[in-house]
């Protein structure tokens, strides 16, 4: 399919605006917070305008197709190429990651989280979104390699600079997880293409395009295949995280600065999954047949894991990091399926996620800055003493938990749904039985997630106000105070996407359906 | 018979060589007579020569591809060449000394003795310069003892210092060794060719007919004596006390330039003179890169001192050097992994330089060389701090820093030769990459997130010459990450003259 070539510098634009902006701020001089504050919000909203112009001009009628495509020379001896374009599978996720970024520095306006160094902390959010959004626009596997590693040093500053007691054992052990998996990725992405350059007729046409790989990938002898899958599948579960890998992500998430948690529970875990939906699985189609039954047995262990793991949480922030293992569970169960259906709440379920975690986080970021503490069982009452943050609170666990009408919905219960019947390839290999078995089990884990979540919120939004809130006096305690500015600013673009996306889901649907019809085609047979 | 016919000389061919050879002189003569309080004049001298030399480098680039032998005649013609491998190397040995003589500047103690030292290090430099061009066994030998032996000396510079002392001896004594083994390795080599010639021994040495035994052990000891030189696991003991000991600059020198100069000679045996003896320098280059990646890094996790710890990363980094060298005559590998190894020798050149710079830099103010001197470092030094981390996740191989494309090469050449040994190889690799990052991030960890040690946040003052040394390893580091295509031309293997 011919990508279309119109707007070529548009995706170069948005991507690597974000870094104008870091070159600007590096000569403003440290102690003058105010402008380089500015420049960085001025810099994240010129951006997001261009993010919206994007969207603005991308054609809907044609989703399945690349768009604002170009193609150029980058490394010429290795074949590198510097390829970008957009279609309906990327764009949602394109633009989630500027408006995330986004939100997260308004936030930060009057957030920024101890030691300060406010300069040094909008510069990393600014090369985290370059890196986010390169990766979603990428069309060649080295190019997405370099966008996908280069969010790894900010985040890990971020999480050691800026964390909680515990920063520098969680971000050691962040950036340690994954570097391990991005080099057996590497590995993988090379030998890859080595081995499509020796199969192919005219192997001097041989380069590191997407389009090379989709064309000449699933031509790669099957247990060839099996193998090079596995060092991408390691590369995106760590990221994702899935089971057994995720036990980087409680850590980091309770040990990250608000922001951090937001970008990473929002886009950061999303490039995994993007990884498997753009990469692993229509490059190697007959080795995703093979994986997937592993694949929706981890995903199911993860949606159940993840669930009796927030049960025993007693640390709120803790406890949504952990509901994020099964919530990615959900994605990866619905990828595993192989069907357009599962793949489809597979996208939907990654920006719902991104948008009601994100969310979550940000609660738990203002919960903590006015009572101090996150500890479960000291907290109660919020609905009493700042009765918006309640309700807000309450609205998102119940998006979270996945309520119909909501945008949480539509990633979890068509994914159910599709789990019930796998696609034609999975059935005439006999799994049909294990899929089933698996929908079962994981229906139990949406019963979990509604437990867990009610549970949080009964006891700390309910009841009496905690007794460490209370002043002497029986008045709050000065910092105690409901949603400020600053905050309704952040939240409330996400909030309104919640809903939207709840009550009508065409929009991301229709936009990543046919996109996803092409990599389910050979799975139909 | 026996009448001698002088070689017609190329002396545009042989220009850098001969600017080299009049700043010795001069540097030489001049430090005779200037002053104390002018010594810097030496410096500053050795600095230009250095550049100068570096201009007919470039105009023999320029003028074309065409391979010169320096010298022509009888019995000469092809043992000492220039062509494009050659001046892409001796091009980075210019520069590498260039910049050890910026970070020297202030380091090595101020006064007497500065002429000696850039006397030595102008001819450890050239003999680098040679190593370059030899093709030869003889200039081979010449040009590896002509880097060595000055840095021996250089190595021992602290006179006073006990541990420089034992640096410059371990060093020599040692090198001697590898000399020596290398030297008899190649009596046989040429007992078996009876040529010195390495396109002559390549024809020679096929592991066939009789005589095999002989063959085999010339390979390996003359593979042992680079071995030396490049520090490989298990031949690397001498490195980190070196290193340790030896002026920090001239550790930067050794670990670089040298290092380099080891891997050239490596490359250029194997591709010139062994090509058919693949059965006995794979497995044992395998091997070596195997264990010298591991055994380095899982040291280095260990070090405390940082300049211990960029030793041992430096013979980590070695094992990805000699990873696709170990694989370049598996299933047509010879391109890919040529280019993998000099591309890499160039990125870790400006990184580990870099590196380097930044201790240099803040061990000044600190006077200390433990890794916990750094704690704190963003909080009063913050470009430095940038800049280590930039160094520091180049080595590690993240992108878009010019590491990761060094490993990518490496990566790639490796499973360009595909099979057991390749796949074998690259399964190794990258799990070293990631043990790697461990004492990288560690270092990062204490510049960024741990408190200053004794709380003085005095800042630190950087000399001009060790800024532009900063600033040249820094961009060159960012720009080769991002726009590897810049060098990734270099290394092909029509570069690598078989002969004139």
Redesign the interface.
Known sequence: MEPIQDLQWLLSLGTFLPLVGVLLMLFVPKKDVDTAKTIAVGTALATLAVGVYTALKFDYGQSERLQFFTSNSWIKPIRATYTIGLDGISLPLYLLSMVITVVVMIYSWNHVPPPGNTKAFFILMLVLQTGMAGTFMAQDLILFFVFFELVLLPMYFMIGVWGGDNRQYASLKFFLYTMFGSALMLVGFIALFVVTKNNASDPAAANFSFQWFNENGPDVARNTAVWIFAGLFIGFAVKVPMFPFHTWLPDAHTEAPTQGSVILAAILLKLGTYGFVRIAIPFLPQAAVKWAPAIAVLAVIGIIYGALGCLAQTDMKRLIAFSSVAHMGFVMLGISTLTDLGINAALFGMVAHGLITGMLFFIAGSVKERYHTLQISQLSGMLKQMPRMGWIFGFCAMASLGLPGLAGFWGEFPALLSAWSPAQVLVSNGHLDLFRILTTISALGTVLAAGYLLWLFQRTAMGEPAAISVGSAGHDSHDIHDVNAFEWAAWTPLLIAIVVLGIVPKLLLDLSDPGVQLITEVFRK | MLAFSSPVIDYHALAPELVLSAGLCVVLLVDLFVPDHRRWITGTLTGLFLLGALVPVVTLAVIGDDVRSSLSGEGVTGRYVVDNFALVLKALFLLTGYIVVLLSAHEIEEGHYQGEFYVLLLSSVLGMVMMASARDLVSLFIALEFLSIPAYMMAAWKKRDRKSNEAGVKYYLLGVFASAVMLYGMSLLYGVAGSTLLTDIGKSVTLKGDRVGVQVLGVVFVIVGFAFKVSAVPFHTWAPDTYEGAPTPVTAFLSVGSKAAGFVGLVVLVYLAFPQARDVYRPFLWVMAALTMTIGNLIALKQTNIVRMLAYSSVSQGGFILMPLAMAFTNGAQETSL?AVIVYLIIYAATNLGAFAIVIAVSRKTRSGEITSFGGL?QYA?GLTVLM?VFL?SL?G???LGG??G???A??AV??A?GGWG?TI??V???N??IA??YY?NV??EM??KPVPDSDVTPIKVYGSVQAALVICGVATLVLGV???LI??VGAITDLATGP
């Open positions: 280019r963003f913050p981390t996740a590690a993240i992108p878009p990761w494309y490993k990518f090469a990566f790639r499973l360009d595909a796949y690259a399964i690799g990258a799990v990459a990631v990052t461990a991030v990062m960890r960024w997130m726009l590897p295509g990734a031309k």
